[in-house]
């Protein structure tokens, strides 16, 4: 059995139940309730029941820390990122799936990464899948039938070694497994045109972040793939310049006010060069060790600010705070605020806030735990700002550190 809508086995149908009412508390969170969306996260666990739960149950925390439910209306990527990250949604496909464009020749990753942050880019594709989620709603309603997957169309032309840098490999991994554990099943099937000789050394590099299930969505098209792509796709839904009929309003073949085809970034959208901080402290932080910075927040609603640039290589950053009054307690027993991720600050210095709901003690921790050989240089600024209405009475915390 497919383990989809009228194809279920009676287990599979028993579990399907049992995993709904596990789920009760969560579900009015999610963004649909369905049959149709619960059988995704159960078919991308194997139906195991704990599995699918501790899944579904991330992917909440997940929604609410990324703000995701209004990231299309509420949030708009630097325009360094909407004029020259390439791709776009353009048609749909022969079973109404709609069509997303990933064209990689003239993507100049070390121009973006160098003029937005990893963050910005992980957004960035929230963004971009949660409209695609949404045009999936659409054809559903449209069309009558459960549209849940999108086709993508990776354009490998021009693809060489300016791809393969380090730290482009490791943020397309990120977005990866930020897309396998929050969007299962997903995408439907991923069409790979003119691939050089060099993707399989470069497939190999992203390989470790595919679950088996992707790997096998994926289809690597030889020289006919026109032809290929016409038997997946209408040719009134396929740009001309993908061997189809479909043009722009004004008849360009290459579709551009849907697809946008990058370019090299501009020097003058290079952050590192246009943005001089004063960083007021300094901290070598050793191989397999971490920095805390405590800040004592007293009034709720106060804003917690840091900025911070690391030299050489990326460094681990996360938010939390105590939930005991010992000094002892260890990071992984405090309350989770922002969770610890990697950011190359190295190339793009970061600067950031959060509003603290609760007084408390927030540790900022800045965590080089996962580098076996390199120790790391972090410059940072911190600063704690009261609400407005105590603003004029209470003085700016400096915070107290410890090392690890």
């Known amino acids: 059995m497919s383990g989809r809508v009228g194809d279920l086995s009676p287990k599979q149908a028993e579990i399907l139940t049992e995993f709904r009412e596990r789920i009760q508390d969560v579900l009015p969170s999610l963004p649909a309730q369905h049959d149709h969306f619960l059988l995704r996260w159960l078919r991308a666990r194997n139906f195991n029941l704990q599995k699918s739960e501790n899944m579904i149950r991330k992917h909440v925390e997940f929604r609410k820390q990324m703000k995701v439910d209004t990231i299309i209306t509420d949030w708009k990527p630097p325009e360094v990122i909407e004029k020259y990250v390439s791709g776009g949604m353009c048609g749909y496909d022969r079973e109404g799936s709609p069509i997303w464009y990933d064209v990689v020749g003239p993507l ?14 992980l957004k960035t594709k929230i963004r971009h899948i949660e409209m695609l989620q949404r045009e999936c709603r659409r054809q559903s ?6 549209i849940e997957s999108t086709t993508l169309i990776y354009d490998c032309e021009g693809l060489g070694l300016k791809h393969i840098c380090k730290p482009a490999i490791e943020t397309y991994g990120e977005i990866l497994t930020m897309y ?3 969007y299962p099943e ?3 099937m991923l069409l790979l ?3 050089p000789k060099m993707f399989p050394m470069i497939y190999n590099l992203i390989k470790p972040f595919l679950c088996e299930e992707t790997r096998r969505k994926i289809v690597v098209l030889g020289s006919n793939w026109q032809e290929v792509l016409r038997k997946y796709i209408d040719p009134d839904q396929l740009p001309v310049v993908y061997g189809g009929t479909l043009t722009d309003p004004d008849g360009d073949p290459r579709c551009r006010t849907m697809i946008n085809y990058g370019g090299d970034v501009p020097k003058s959208y290079y952050i590192q060069e246009s943005v001089k901080v004063q960083y007021d402290n300094s901290v070598t932080i050793s191989r397999g060790s971490s920095l805390q910075l405590e800040y004592d927040v007293t009034a709720p609603s106060s804003l917690l600010r840091w900025q911070f640039a690391s030299y050489g290589a990326d460094i681990g950053f996360g938010v939390y705070r105590r939930t005991k009054g010992s000094r002892s307690q260890k990071v992984a027993e405090m309350m989770q605020i922002l969770p610890s991720e990697r950011y190359n600050a190295h190339l793009v210095p970061e600067d950031n806030c959060l509003t603290c709901s609760e007084p408390g003690v927030y540790v900022l921790c800045f965590d080089n735990s996962y580098s076996i050989l ?11 700002i009261p609400p407005a209405d105590e603003l004029m009475q209470t003085p700016c915390s400096r915070g107290d550190v410890r090392l690890q």
């Open 108 to 121: 100049d990753p070390k121009g973006l990464l160098l003029s937005a942050t990893k963050q910005d880019f």
């Open 374 to 384: 390199q120790s790391k240089k972090v410059s940072y600024n911190v600063e704690v």
């Open 193 to 195: 045109i003119k691939a």
């Open 186 to 188: 997903g995408l439907k």
């Open 141 to 146: 309603e449209k069309l009558g039938k459960n």
């Open 180 to 182: 396998e554990d929050n």
